[in-house]
């Protein structure tokens, strides 16, 4: 593989993934949980716009119900449970005024989900697994693209042509070994291999499901936020299968 040209050609990417790089060290080094809660909010409603739109809903009284969400995760001591709450009460409203339309749930399902789980892991756990969580999804992605560029040649899935199935393997493969060896600083080395693991394959799905809904939108990108990157979504999506999945291992094995 030819680095130079590799670099050359996605010089922009490079430069602003280097600048998120920089802003996630400093959010992570001051630890604040104000600080973190407010950037995280930022995201989600980024993030959930993008869904808005890659689902074709307009009204905007949904984003009034997201920040309300968000508001009250701050105070609240288990933060993930509010958004199943939420959503048990909008069927219950929907099916009061005989008007239930699933189309209307479908971002508090993606990605407010996630972004709940995402916010719980550091609420619960920490500033120090929440990075593992970054190390995981950021080896599993990078792993990915480099070694699918060096070796790949087995398509992985049609819902995402460019992605191939060594690609994939190796970037699951140093995702688990690095995070494994990391989350030793927290719980066993076997435990902490298999929660790796499960994680990065989360992730590699979670990617998928974005380039899913892409297609179905006719759109390249969730967004145009990130020069390079694409939209919050695109920037996101691994994190977004990868947390949910990280929370609850940690929750019911660690």
Same mark, same amino acid.
């Given at each position: ?7 050359? #050609? ?13 802003? %996630? ?16 909010? %930022? ?7 993008? /869904? ?19 508001? %009250? ?12 709450? %939420? ?7 929907? #099916? ?63 819902? #995402? ?34 929660? /790796? ?32 990157? $694409? ?6 999506? $691994? ?12 929750? $019911?094995?660690?």
């Amino acid at each position: 593989m030819n680095f130079k040209a590799l670099y050359e #050609s996605n010089k922009q990417r490079v430069f602003t993934g280097l600048v998120m790089m920089a802003f %996630a060290a400093i959010v992570a080094f001051l630890n604040n949980n104000l600080i973190t809660w407010l950037i995280m909010g %930022a995201m989600y409603l980024f993030a959930f716009y993008e /869904a808005m739109n890659l689902f074709e809903i307009k009204d905007n009284k949904l984003y009034v119900y997201a920040v309300v969400l968000w508001l %009250a995760a701050f105070i609240y001591p288990n933060p993930d449970d509010l958004i199943y709450l %939420a959503l048990i009460g909008s069927l219950a409203v929907m #099916s009061y005024l005989k008007k239930v339309d699933y189309k209307l749930l479908a971002p508090f399902f993606y990605p407010s989900i996630s972004m709940f789980f995402i916010y719980a892991l550091y609420h619960d756990f920490g500033m120090s697994v929440l990075i593992w969580l970054v190390v995981i999804v950021a080896l599993t992605d990078t792993g990915a693209y480099f070694v699918g560029k060096s070796i790949g040649k087995t398509p992985f899935s049609p819902t #995402s042509p460019n992605k191939t199935l060594e690609g994939v393997v190796g970037g699951v493969l140093i995702a688990t070994v690095a995070g494994a060896l990391y989350g030793t600083f927290f719980i066993s080395l076997w435990l902490s291999a298999l929660i /790796a693991l499960l994680t990065s394959v989360a992730s590699v799905f979670g990617d998928l499901f974005e380039s899913y809904l892409k297609r179905e939108a006719g759109v390249k990108d969730s967004g145009n936020l990130f020069p390079g990157h $694409g939209g919050m979504l695109d920037r996101l999506d $691994g994190y977004l299968f990868g947390a949910v999945v990280m929370v609850i291992l940690l929750r $019911g094995l660690a």
